[in-house]
């Protein structure tokens, strides 16, 4: 259990500010959440989704929303 205490000096260089960047896009974004259940930051398979949306827009590819399979 000690070097859980040790863990956040071993880190790397960037990783406190890294962690206060995060820290402050959750608090700043806080107001958004009291209105909408929906996060506003683009993370994990959303940042995905859109950039994949925004690479079918540069294309002009249209996207098809009511496909019957």
């Known amino acids: 259990m000690v070097y859980l205490a040790i863990a956040p000096w071993t880190r790397s ?3 406190l500010p890294t962690t206060l960047k995060v820290m402050w896009r959750y608090w700043s974004d806080l107001p958004w ?3 909408s259940s929906g996060d506003r930051l683009l993370m994990l398979g959303n940042a ?4 994949l949306r925004a ?3 540069d294309r002009e590819l249209p996207l ?3 496909l019957t399979i």
């Open 64 to 66: 098809w929303s009511s």
């Open 33 to 35: 959440r009291f209105k």
């Open 13 to 15: 260089p960037g990783f």
């Open 48 to 51: 995905l989704v859109g950039a």
């Open 55 to 57: 690479s079918m827009m």
